[in-house]
């Protein structure tokens, strides 16, 4: 009981938010709407048999929208503060939040809005101001369904209502309400609203199915796609070597060859030798083009059920999870691991020269350009302030700005555990800028 009273208080609280705020807000007056055209229509001779109908469907809709809507607020059931697996071996296969002070169980992320580790984070969504998570992304794709549902609905209300006003059906008719230019334009902003929000919330249903069919996550999506890349190159260089090697092979065979007495026994010897150099060659190749085995993919309908399925609750608890053949819970995470090793030998220092603040009326000291291509905060991460002196590992960058780590003095060591984020590209000094694309071009 004392659970489901602080779920609630914690509900209420997320609420006062612009996201949920504006969400509730299109509801209520794509749901006006709706209702005011319902009750003109119902005067109407040919739609008093479907009045019932479209009543019971309308206000089902706003139900199931709403209930869901709410239970996606309730979170993602976040890792504790501190968590630590039960087997200690455990935990040089698991990566360490310095933010939470805590390991990060498979599949978990940690969310800079949230400022917590999320158990198979997904995104964070302004809209139910929390992170899609693994305890609410089944409530999560409930709401996305049937919202452009009671939106489409709604609108085609909406239209039914103006369609027979203007040829004329309310002429010898008196209406429950007065029709008024006012409330013609409010029907007409309502189904408007109700067209565009299907539209725009439809394609983040499809995305969702599309992980939960994979059972994977945005975050996880991009994870297998960089370890592909990565063996990819891998293997591009191992080639690289192994083909110069065989070249200086077979030039010192080609010599041997010359200097012995017979050229036939020399022919004999090197197609012995070449043949076995060539079933070696197709042995390196088969190791090197083992691909990266997501290892929770149980294909589409265990995946499905996974998420989806009669209880309401997804499988599992969060920390460990059913697995494919031959995978451990392990092997996205030591994935993570290397490829974090990797930026790390990719990353470059550079002192701040210019000073920065996130505002948008001061990104235009810096471009129009980088006023335009600006990171999304939403979706691409925070902004961060620098000032002239100031010590950046720059991590990864796009068009006219750089993603880093700044270093923090003492007395930002107290208070603050990691500044990170995006940067004008203009504010570094122009040899230290000429030094980064010099090493990566």
């Not at 997320?14 to 504006?22: A, E, N, S």
């Not at 319902?38 to 709403?66: A, E, M």
């Not at 067209?195 to 994870?223: C, D, H, P, R, Y």
């Not at 030998?345 to 001061?362: D, F, G, N, Q």
């Amino acid at each position: 009981r004392n659970l489901k009273m602080a779920t609630v208080w914690l509900v209420f609280k997320r609420t006062f938010h612009w996201g949920p705020l504006i969400t509730i807000g299109l509801i209520t007056i794509i749901l006006s709407s709706a209702t005011y055209c319902l009750f003109q229509l119902s005067v109407l001779p040919r739609v008093v048999v479907f009045k019932g109908i479209h009543n019971v469907l309308c206000y089902t809709w706003v139900f199931l929208i709403l209930k869901n809507f709410f239970q996606a607020m309730a979170g993602p059931n976040f890792l504790p503060f501190k968590w630590e697996p039960k087997n200690p071996k455990d935990k040089s296969s698991l990566q360490f939040c310095k933010l939470c002070e805590g390991y990060k169980a498979p599949r978990s992320h940690h969310c800079k809005l949230c400022r917590r580790c999320v158990p198979k984070m997904d995104h964070h969504c302004p809209w139910v101001n929390t992170c899609v998570g693994h305890s609410n992304h089944a409530a999560f794709t409930r709401f996305v369904f049937y919202a452009p549902l009671g939106c489409l609905h709604a609108a085609v209300i909406n239209a039914n209502f103006l369609y027979r006003l203007f040829t004329y059906e309310y002429r010898n008719i008196t209406p429950r309400f007065p029709i008024s230019e006012k409330w013609i334009f409010f029907t007409i902003i309502g189904g408007t609203l109700g067209i565009g929000v299907s539209i725009a919330v439809t394609i983040l249903f499809a995305v969702q199915i599309k992980g939960i069919l994979q059972n994977m996550t945005q975050i996880e999506e991009w994870i297998v796609e960089k370890a592909h890349h990565r063996r990819l190159k891998q293997m591009r260089q191992r080639f690289s070597e192994n083909e110069i090697e065989e070249e200086e092979e077979e030039e010192e065979e080609e010599d041997n060859s010359k200097k012995g007495k017979g050229k036939g026994k020399g022919k004999k010897k090197t197609n012995g030798k070449a043949t076995e150099k060539d079933g070696q060659k197709m042995k390196r190749k088969a190791e090197l083009l083992k691909p990266f085995v997501y290892p929770y993919n149980l294909g589409w309908k265990r995946n499905f059920t996974q998420v989806i399925n009669w209880s309401g609750r997804p499988v599992g608890d969060g920390r460990s999870w059913t697995l494919r053949e031959g995978c451990t819970q392990f092997d996205l995470t030591l994935e993570q691991l290397a490829q974090k090793k990797e930026k790390l030998l990719r990353t470059y220092e550079a002192t701040i020269a210019k000073e920065y603040k996130p505002m948008a009326c001061c990104e235009l000291r810096y471009g129009l350009k980088a006023w335009l291509s600006s990171p999304c905060t939403l979706m691409e991460g925070e902004k961060i302030p620098v000032l002239p002196g100031n010590v950046v590992h720059i991590t990864s960058w796009k068009s006219h700005w750089y993603y880093g780590n700044r270093l923090l003095n003492e007395e930002e060591s107290k208070s603050l555990k990691r500044v990170k984020g995006w940067f004008p590209k203009k504010c570094i000094d122009p040899e230290t800028f000429h030094k980064i694309h010099s090493k990566t071009d």
